[in-house]
């Protein structure tokens, strides 16, 4: 049997490096098709202004994946925040990575005006808004595993054999990415592991807000939030929905989301302050 040596195809690179900067230097001379460049900047500006949770509605065009869609949710950010410059002088801004996906996005925002009605300027609200990101989490376990499967993140043979024996994963975000935080069997135990892991934190931590997630049907979340969450807590917790861009990719869903009151281990490895993109 003969061993064949892989050699690096160097004339395929050099192709797609003057592909790539043949591509560049056209975009520097020439415009887009006006009708898909005028959608673009709509999609961006609507993402930028309303949320992915509200981009795809009833009576809406809008014909591309979720993918391409941050891109231009993050450059309508861009455009919204330079536009409001140019009519503005002395106007200045921060942009940070909200570094979830959950309703631990809005806090921090909150945070900021908070902030912002106390008499802080732009460093303070920054800081009030960095300080949010890295004292909120969120937890949630998917009721089956097929959505992590078809989008690629779990194996065939893993999703087979998690959905026989009734693996159910807790899932976090850390750094800006979901991650698993601990693997059980059953349901009912990934829910019990969220309920411990809050109860920690909340002991440790202090809570500021909650609000119980759900993907998909809202009764399962209802229920565990009247009979599981309220009685931890003593008091009425909002039920919301998660973004359906998130529900893509997960599947329908009970979880939770909270800030608490001083920073939590493992939502971020990095500094909080690398979540500030510009200012």
Same mark, same amino acid.
């Given at each position: ?6 050699k690096?195809?160097?004339?395929l690179? #050099?192709?797609?490096?003057l592909?790539l ?14 009708y898909?460049? !005028?959608?673009f900047v ?14 795809y509605?009833? @009576?809406?065009f ?11 949710g ?8 330079? /536009?409001?410059a140019a009519?503005?002088i ?5 942009? =940070?990575?909200?570094s979830?996906?959950?309703?631990d996005?809005a ?5 900021? #005006?908070?902030?912002? /009605?106390?008499g ?5 609200c920054?800081?009030?808004v ?9 937890l ?6 097929t ?7 779990i ?10 024996i009734?693996?159910?994963p807790?899932?976090?975000?850390s750094?800006?990415?979901a991650?698993?935080?601990?693997? =059980?069997?059953?349901r009912?135990?990934?829910l ?6 809050f ?6 931590? @202090? ?12 009764t399962p ?5 009247h ?5 931890l807590?003593?008091?009425? #917790?909002?039920?919301?929905? #998660? !973004?359906?861009?998130i ?8 979880g ?5 009151a ?6 971020l490895?990095?500094?909080v302050q ?6």
């Amino acid at each position: 049997m003969t061993k064949q040596r892989t050699k690096p195809n160097t004339a395929l690179w #050099v192709v797609l490096a003057l592909a790539l900067a043949l591509r560049l230097a056209l975009a520097l001379v020439t415009e887009g098709y006006p009708y898909d460049m !005028s959608c673009f900047v709509a999609w961006g500006d609507k993402l930028a202004a309303q949320g992915p949770a509200a981009f795809y509605s009833e @009576g809406y065009f809008a014909d591309y994946p979720p993918g391409y869609l941050w891109v231009l949710g993050l450059v309508g950010a861009v455009r919204a925040a330079r /536009a409001v410059a140019a009519r503005n002088i002395g106007f200045s801004y921060a942009l =940070v990575d909200s570094s979830s996906c959950g309703y631990d996005e809005a806090w921090p925002v909150f945070d900021a #005006v908070a902030a912002r /009605a106390a008499g802080e300027d732009l460093e303070g609200c920054t800081r009030a808004v960095l300080k949010g990101i890295e004292s909120t989490r969120f937890l949630f376990t998917p009721e089956t595993l097929t959505f992590l499967q078809k989008g690629g993140r779990i194996g065939n043979a893993a999703a087979l054999l998690g959905n026989l024996i009734q693996l159910s994963p807790v899932l976090t975000v850390s750094d800006g990415k979901a991650t698993t935080l601990a693997k =059980v069997r059953t349901r009912k135990k990934a829910l019990e592991k969220i309920v411990a892991t809050f109860k920690d934190d909340v002991e440790k931590h @202090g809570l500021k807000n909650v609000v119980v997630h759900y993907i998909g049907d809202k009764t399962p979340a209802v229920a565990w939030a009247h009979e599981v969450v309220e009685p931890l807590l003593g008091r009425t #917790v909002p039920v919301l929905p #998660v !973004s359906p861009v998130i529900g893509l990719h997960v599947g329908p869903a009970v979880g939770i989301a909270y800030e608490c009151a001083s920073a939590l281990a493992g939502k971020l490895t990095a500094p909080v302050q690398a979540r500030l993109c510009t200012s």
